[in-house]
């Protein structure tokens, strides 16, 4: 509430004589002496008076509420240095909202700084820049054309796009006051549905990016294609990603010249990692054989082909938030977050086919400097004294990543050498500087105790 100062220096004045002469005022007064109540200062129109000082009916129970004067032991009147009132001039443009007990009272100062004890969202992110864009399909129908560029007219197993969609995850915070500004806040969020699997079937007439879609010949029997990869029954494109955050964080309230502007400077721990799996896999069906085996025989695994990521980023990160009160109740808020971060990043493929056992490309693991950084809006709708309700859009970026995007090599198998040759001393070198971008809405409630 907006504060009106009353009477200033004849409060003053009082308080001087009270404190510098009790003992002649006590000697000087008569026995029916009454204490002035200074009813001239508080007069309203029509000769009517009001009680001096009135107390809040919270702070002087029900004396104050029947306007009753502070009294000392001795029955005279407190002197009161300042009074408050919801009816001083140039109000907030909140006193008579009806809505304003239900959000704990009627003033902008009451807004204050956004606290929480514990925060639960579901999360609902989606990523450009996972395993799929600019990717070759994995399969074709039939023998594909002439390369280079390996090309088919009836491509299987196409992975363009398919990793885009929003995809399902969920976020906890916990927050525990440290002190009348200052909480501890550790918070989980973790996804791990990212990814597709695609199949395909076509009677020994399967045919897969690694041998140009059987464009390159093999010499150990004369025919086109990869042994175990190629002429399938059944070819599968299984793609699989995860994100996962761990944070630990010390944050510092914080509150503007306007109390409407309020919100938190931060620092901590932060882990996050980030997962890749991919795997191209030929079958033989045995239905499909001449002769034909019984219908609904378990299929075959002649040939696989898989490739792994690990990038598990350690470091710190500093930010903060700021919020401002709408109306009693309801609040908007930006956060930005940003660290420097150790990345320890795994790489690795597997090859397993009838007549080409070699890895595709060399297993490869180290360390590097990683760059992540987070930031957002939010709403929060308080919707009972201790349940709020929230919601807003998130942006995630992280740099430095040994990425499936940027090193699944799929053309050193067919180089005009004989396809004994170890394709793994043909792969390109390892691109370690791949980056992600995930963005997308959050929705989930708070709760106070």
Known sequence: MKRCQLTILPTVVLTLVGLLAPNRLAHAQSPGYQSPNFYAASQAGGGQFRPPYPASPLAGGPSAAQGDA?????????????????????????????MAVDFGGCAQDQCGPHYFDVAIDTIFLQSNDLYGDGALPFSSEGVGGNP???NTINPRLDPQGQSEDYEPGWRIALRYDLGPLSVFEATYMGIYDFGFDLTANATDNLFSVFSQYGIAP????????????????????????????????????WVG???????????????????????????????????????????????????????????????????????????????????????????????????????????????????????????????????????????FYMNSLVALQNNVATTQYFTGVPIGTNPETLA??????????????????????
């Open 70 to 98: 502070f009294m000392d032991a001795q029955g005279r009147p407190i002197v009161m240095p300042a009074s408050y009132s919801q009816n001083c001039p140039g109000g907030n443009g909140c006193y008579g909202d009806p």
């Open 148 to 150: 280079p560029p390996p």
């Open 218 to 253: 093999d010499p150990a029997d004369g025919v086109a294609g990869i042994a175990g990869l190629d002429g399938a029954d059944e070819q599968n494109l299984n793609y699989e990603s995860d994100l996962q955050s761990t944070e630990l964080t010390f944050r510092r309230y």
């Open 257 to 395: 010249n306007h109390p409407r502007i309020s919100g938190t400077w931060m620092a901590g721990a932060r882990y996050v990692r980030m997962t890749e799996d991919l795997a191209f896999s030929a079958y033989n069906r045995p239905e499909f054989d001449t002769p034909p085996g019984p219908v609904g025989s378990p299929k075959v695994l002649t040939g696989q082909v898989t490739y792994a990521s690990e990038n598990d980023l350690v470091g710190f990160q500093f930010g903060g938030d700021v919020w401002t009160c709408l109306r009693q109740g309801l609040r908007f808020g930006l956060e930005g977050k940003s660290g420097i971060y150790n990345n320890r990043y795994k790489f690795d493929s597997t090859n397993f086919a009838s007549v080409d056992p070699e890895n595709p490309q060399l297993p490869e693991d180290g360390n590097q400097i990683a760059f992540v950084a987070e930031g957002g809006i939010s709403f929060v709708a308080d919707i009972m004294p201790s349940w709020s309700v929230r919601g807003g859009y998130h942006v």
């Open 428 to 449: 390109p070198a390892l691109n370690t500087q791949g980056h992600a971008l995930y963005h997308g809405f959050t929705g989930g409630v708070e709760y106070v105790w």
